[in-house]
């Protein structure tokens, strides 16, 4: 609802107020007309009545929220000495935490007000987890500081709501019975306008009630746009404090992303054993079944057929030759020792086996952690694999700065674009997991893949991990 | 026979070699499915599975062996496997012993003790790897009835569990076939089990016993 203009103090002290106001600001614009409408419909509108039962409802859940907290800390404060203190504190928080979700609800069904729920309390098992995680809980005490600081919003929503309201009423109706009682306003603000001594009685009687009648006028249709200033202030607190934990929220997308690198890591070793099994190994176990004919043939005394003793070995030998290469790429893909050296052998290598061409521009100052150049080669390689396979390219680049803490790989093809996340195949599911994995050290992975344009692939990685 | 195989450099050497050896192959296979036809189509007497075969490159072809067994009624099914699961082994001996091997893929390298085996099971008999063997005798709970054994009668039992016949368990040992005979009746006396006459059956029975 705010135009956050920066720089303009003028108009963002305009956009808080209207904020707080609650103006929808496409609606009022800065019209007179449009203004005036409403303001002339505003006491009428259901919002004001929302926010009318808000304050009749709140308040009174204030209080009680309020006796409640100062109770149970009260009782839990003396009782502290004793086990049974630190069962009703806790027992506090809880209920207080609670309460918080009452005012929530109240607030996301009177209000419009949509504060997402903060995580749900989870307690370490047996009787004492439960104590523990309960006084250590930041959202219960954060729910708790709301109701105490609820109480002196909510009295104040009702002083301005109910004294301009009353006053309303009370001046608009004045003509009517006005004079027979003291000739005093009755309550609130307009007490302070019109008391005794300031446009009362004597001649100026007429006039006194005319100015009466005005001044309701003037409350009446003011009214809504005081309580909804007053609310507006509640709405903020309540937006900090009633809020899901910060704190817990990161805790949870790193515990997201802890759980997928473990994933990842099972996923990747067990993909290595399928590949020593079915490669290496099986080439192994037909080695020595080659040999062991040879031995068989060579210990035969009868008839011995060397070319066929000869082929064998042959056969023997080859295979040996071509479990050397499979293990040397296996290990290649596990870690590729270049990597030792620095990032930019390995790139240059992977750029100079890629078929298409590809350039390697390369400037870093600070050389990140081996494991954020490990990640980064992965990255590299995958992509590059992308591009040989899918993208029709004739010439790829691949740059790699360092800026502020981050080092940021570009890889950029001049092939046909559409590369995605969402899409199902083999080459997304490689982006997929490169992108967990530049999740889970808090990097980024960008993608910007028009149809038939070039494709340019930013990964943002923390220099160290 | 039939080979069923993933690893086609492994099936090009198996084929080569049990040719070579006088073995009539009809039919080299992939994968579980294919056995399956194969099977149906050429009716081998002998079905040389790895265990471990596509999809799910678990236990595909276990399951194939057991149910081939319960369909084809004298297929002698010699499994291979990279690893031995004791798992496997009991699986596959759960009903008969007869015309069931279960080897490690290194058995491979000892040629002549693989197609020995190949020919025990073809014709009906036994071929457990020792290593089952060892696994087996260790895990028992009949350890003491076992430590009781003398040294050759444990070998004799080893050589006896694996599904070797007297014959042969007389040939690795180097003694009489008379010996034999005497150290595996002096063994079913301790174990208390009755001396049955084929070999397999009495492959079943110390098995059984082993792992009661």
């Known amino acids: 609802m705010t135009g956050e203009r920066a720089g ?132 219960g005490w954060r729910s708790m500081a709301y109701v105490a600081s609820k109480v002196p919003l909510a009295f104040l929503g009702i002083f301005v709501g109910f004294s301009m309201w009353w006053d309303a009423f009370y001046c608009i109706t004045y003509p009517i019975w006005g004079g027979r009682g003291n000739g005093v306003a009755a309550f609130g603000i307009p007490r302070i306008v019109f008391g005794s001594g300031f446009f009362s009685g004597g001649q100026w009687g007429f006039l006194h009630g005319l100015g009466i009648f005005l001044a309701g006028i003037l409350s009446f249709f003011a009214a809504p746009w005081a309580v909804r200033v007053v609310i507006g202030l509640d709405r903020r607190v309540m937006r900090v404090l009633l809020s899901p934990d910060p704190v817990a929220v990161r805790v949870r997308s790193l515990e997201e992303a802890r759980a997928q690198t473990v994933d990842s890591s099972a996923a990747a070793m067990r993909r290595i054993e399928r590949d020593l099994h079915d490669g290496t190994q099986a080439q192994l176990v037909a080695l020595a079944m080659r040999l062991g004919m040879a031995k068989e043939k060579l210990a035969e005394d009868t008839q011995l057929d060397l070319d066929q003793v000869r082929q064998l070995v042959n056969d023997a030998h080859r295979g040996a030759k071509e479990a050397i290469i499979e293990l040397r790429d296996l290990a290649r893909g596990i870690h590729p020792p270049a990597l030792d050296i620095g990032l930019e052998g390995a790139l240059a290598t992977l750029a100079a086996r890629c078929t298409v061409p590809t350039s390697l521009t390369l400037d870093l100052g600070e050389r990140p952690t081996p494991a954020i150049e490990a990640i980064a080669y992965f990255c590299v390689a995958e992509l590059l694999a992308n591009v040989t396979q899918h993208a029709k390219a004739s010439r790829a680049s691949i740059t790699c700065t360092e800026h502020g803490g981050w080092l940021r790989v570009v890889v950029r093809d001049d092939g046909t674009g559409g590369a995605s996340l969402s899409r199902v195949g083999s080459s997304s599911s490689g982006l997929v997991g490169l992108t967990d994995r530049v999740h889970a050290v808090d990097g980024r992975l960008g993608i910007v893949s028009p149809p038939r344009g070039p494709t340019v692939v930013t990964v943002d990685l923390p220099l160290h991990a | 026979m039939v080979i069923a195989e993933d ?153 006896m569990a694996e599904g070797r016949s007297n014959a042969a368990i007389a040939l690795a040992l180097v003694i009489s076939e008379g010996a034999v005979e005497k150290h595996v009746a002096n063994i079913f006396t301790k174990f208390d089990l009755p001396v049955s006459q084929s070999d397999h059956r009495r492959v079943l029975a110390v098995l059984r016993f082993l792992d009661s």
């Open chain 1, 8 to 139: 303009d103090t003028g108009v963002r002290m305009r956009a808080l107020v209207k904020e707080m106001a609650g103006v929808v600001s496409e609606k009022a614009g800065d019209r007179p007309r449009e203004l005036a409408r409403i303001i002339w419909h505003e006491p009428f509108a259901k919002r004001t009545w929302s926010e009318f039962w808000f304050l009749t409802i709140g308040t009174p859940l204030a209080a009680l929220g309020l006796a409640f907290v100062l109770l149970t800390i009260g009782a839990g404060v003396v009782l502290a000495i004793t086990f049974f203190g630190l069962a009703i504190l806790a027992l506090s928080i809880r209920g207080s935490r609670g309460l918080g979700g009452l005012h929530r609800q109240l607030a996301r069904g009177l209000l419009g007000e949509e504060i997402a729920e903060p995580e749900p309390f989870v307690h370490r098992p047996g009787f004492l987890g439960w104590l523990q995680s309960a006084l250590r809980d930041r959202t």
């Open chain 2, 7 to 159: 690893s086609a450099i492994l099936r090009d050497g198996l084929v080569q070699l049990l040719a070579d050896r006088g073995f009539v192959i009809t039919d080299a296979v992939a994968d579980a499915d294919s056995l399956w036809r194969s099977v149906e189509r050429e009716r081998p007497d002998v079905a040389v599975v790895d265990i471990r075969m596509p999809p799910t490159f678990t236990d595909e072809g276990l399951r194939a062996a057991i149910e081939l067994r319960r369909h084809y009624e004298g297929l002698g099914i010699l499994l291979f496997s990279q690893y031995i699961e004791t798992r496997y082994a009991a699986e596959l001996l759960a009903d008969d012993a007869a015309g069931i091997g279960y080897l490690l893929k290194d058995r491979v390298a000892d040629v002549s003790d693989f197609v020995e085996a190949l020919r025990r099971v073809a014709s009906g008999g036994t071929a457990l790897d020792p290593e089952v063997v060892t696994q087996l005798l260790g895990a028992s709970r009949h350890s003491d009835s076992i430590s009781v054994l003398s040294v050759r009668e444990k070998e004799v039992l080893s050589l």
